[in-house]
């Protein structure tokens, strides 16, 4: 008899275990787990229009069960609440079928290597609630800045539960088609402007500049400094191209070929169909430029930018070489036929020797 509780207890267990293993569906900690915590770590967002902008890892899971599944609702005007449907708004994007690596030989194989889908101008991912602003959203299709644009909801979900994050807020900036763009107030889209404080009280138009080394004025004899270089962007039409020129003090064109030292034109950008002349050099592009944020031989270290450099050699006093160098660093986003012109405002480089 003394066995008997301890062949009992056993029995117990063996039953408990069995009935728990049959009901272990029903139990709570096997439904999905949202926290009360989870949420979005950044709610005010202000991208550029005509830019492609992912804002990823802003949502913080607090170990909620994953996936969880995010939409956009209750999309209205901050400034009036009135509901809008601008967000929702369709437009053409291109999505990547294949690795982009810069070694493409041809406008027709970089697109090959993508195709275009419609996307709403502003997009939540559905798994993730990362944020994309698509580069063909425009300035005639949302509100921007100084206009307080737009708050949303978003509703986040799994099989454990909703939760909804109010008041996130989208205002954009206005459209800037290329960077930099110091000559273009990102508020209004207007040329930018700075006033001296001095006897005149002037207002003068602010420039882009590149980076300038061992240049002096042909008139002056004074360096060339970055500053004194000024860089215009000029969309000519609708195909896409890239040319690049340079005006000399009194705004005529120079021929290219003065700088002789530049790298050969298969090098300085990722373009096709080169073809140098008097006044420009001109290469077929795929759009924007870069076309993707990587690094490659054409760009920044971070891939951002184009990086192109422009260089000749003259002899200074002594008969010592002399190598100047026009460098500067850029991106296009919009797509179309554009001049980048460097303008040298101050004086013309002197090309020839001592």
């Known amino acids: 008899m003394s066995g008997q509780p301890k062949y009992y207890f056993i029995s117990l267990v063996l039953l408990l275990a069995v009935t728990l293993g049959a009901c272990r569906k029903w139990l709570p900690e096997d439904l999905d787990y949202l926290s009360p915590k989870a949420g979005y770590t950044q709610k005010v967002f202000n991208p550029v229009l005509g830019r492609t902008t992912v804002y990823s890892r802003v949502f913080n899971t607090d170990n909620s069960t994953t996936p969880l599944s ?36 041809s406008v027709a194989e970089i697109d090959a290597k993508r195709t275009q889908e419609n996307h709403p101008v502003w997009e939540i991912r559905e798994k993730s609630g990362d944020f994309i602003l698509w580069n063909t959203a425009d300035s005639t299709m949302l509100r ?37 763009a110091k000559d273009i107030n990102p508020l209004t889209g207007q040329p930018m402007t700075e006033k001296y404080v001095n006897d005149t009280n002037q207002t003068v138009l602010i420039y882009n500049h590149p980076s300038v080394s061992n240049m002096i004025g042909d008139s002056t004899e004074l360096p060339i400094i970055n500053d004194s270089v000024r860089v215009l962007f000029r969309k000519t039409g609708n195909g896409s191209s890239v040319s690049f020129k340079f005006l000399n003090k009194d705004s005529v064109l120079m021929d290219p070929a003065l700088f002789t030292k530049t790298q050969p034109l298969d090098s300085l950008i990722h373009g096709f169909n080169a073809k140098r002349s008097a006044t420009a050099i001109r290469y077929d592009v795929a759009y924007p430029i870069p076309v993707v944020n990587f690094p490659t031989r054409w760009t920044t270290s971070d891939g951002s930018q184009a990086n192109v450099s422009f260089a000749f050699d003259r002899k200074g006093f002594g008969g010592r070489t002399i190598r100047a160098t026009l460098n500067f660093q850029f991106a296009i986003y919009q797509k179309g036929d ?10 013309t480089p002197r090309f020839r020797d001592e």
């Open 70 to 105: 995010f939409r956009i609702v209750n999309v209205r005007l901050k400034s009036t609440g009135e509901i809008t449907h601008d967000l929702e708004k369709m437009v053409p994007v291109w999505v990547w079928k294949k690795a982009y690596t810069g070694d493409e030989k």
């Open 338 to 347: 554009w001049d980048v012109i460097f303008f040298f405002a101050s004086d």
């Open 144 to 180: 921007q800045m100084p206009d307080p644009g737009y708050l949303f909801d978003v509703v986040v979900t799994n099989s454990g539960g909703t939760n909804t994050y109010k008041d996130i807020s989208l205002a954009p900036m206005w459209q800037l088609p290329y960077s930099p």
